[in-house]
């Protein structure tokens, strides 16, 4: 066996690997830095950012969109609630289901927060030119539609 092919100098499809995770790993860092100036973590601003842009949701729509497990979910709520950024509603029909909307305390904080989040987002990814981004954005798809089917056949 020939490891000469196998090293990260050499396989461009490792290199691409460890340079997105570590890029991930610093755009995270970076996100939880900006969010934590308004007392936020990632998880919160995310659920915050979703009603914000989608409106009233049930719980359940907001854990498939921010991708997180449902016993970090109903602490996240709780700490939203409690810094009266969100209501927690039941919904007259179904009991098990919960409704989560922002308060207008909640909607004055993203029209002021959101601008800035935006703005951070786009300084972020200024190196990059739009049409690479539109690359990016592209095979970045393909690959995770990938990673999925080979999570789904398992």
Known sequence: MNLVNYTMENNIDLRLMTILLRSSQS???????????????PTEFGVLEVLYNKGRLPIQSIMEKIL???SSMSYCIEQLVNKKLVNKKQ???DRR????ELTN?????????????????????NTVEDKNKIILVESLKKIGLKAQKIKENK
Request: hydrophobic content about 50%.
């Open 91 to 93: 919904d007259d029909d």
């Open 27 to 41: 755009i995270e860092a970076a996100i939880r830095l900006e969010v934590g100036k308004y007392n936020l973590n």
């Open 105 to 125: 305390q909640g909607v004055k904080f993203m029209d002021q927060m959101f601008p800035k989040h935006v703005k951070f987002i786009n300084n972020l990814f």
């Open 97 to 100: 289901i919960y409704f989560i």
């Open 68 to 70: 997180i497990a449902k």
